[in-house]
């Protein structure tokens, strides 16, 4: 399994980024898929997650209302489009994959460590 994560960059506050993720060696639909990131000298973040079918995405508090997760099964590819950005949006921001399907608002779907494939990350810089 080989995830690839682009789209970051450096944006202005209040600016916005849409960040890909392009999964390989795998049936894509047959996976959940996850967003997280990962500012210096911080533990790992949940920002989003959406199940096989890309009809239910999840979001952490801090991106909700500014984030949409999407996927797109015939492309093999997640998206993260991030709006309104802030400096404390800084991050290498990581895309992850989960057999285990997502039927709800589960504690799993929030944890790293339920998501067993990883790609290399991304780097986002917001500046104010």
């Known amino acids: 399994v080989q995830l690839q994560a682009s789209g970051g960059g450096l944006v202005q506050a209040g600016g916005s980024l849409r960040l890909s993720c392009v999964a390989s060696g795998l049936t894509f639909n047959n996976y959940a898929m996850g967003w997280f990131r990962q500012a210096p000298g911080k533990e790992r973040e949940f920002v989003a997650a959406?199940?096989?079918?890309?009809?239910?995405?999840y979001y952490g508090d801090s991106v909700k209302d500014r984030f949409t997760m999407s996927r797109d099964n015939a492309e093999n590819t997640v998206y993260l489009q991030m709006n309104m950005l802030k400096p404390e949006d800084t991050a290498v921001y990581y895309c992850?994959?989960?057999?285990?399907?997502?039927?709800?608002?589960?504690?799993?779907?929030?944890?790293?460590?339920?998501?067993?494939?990883w790609g290399q990350g991304t780097l986002v810089t917001v500046s104010s």
């Open positions: 959406i199940s096989r079918s890309g009809r239910s995405p």
């Open positions: 992850a994959a989960r057999v285990r399907p997502i039927l709800s608002n589960e504690r799993s779907l929030y944890d790293s460590g339920d998501y067993p494939y």
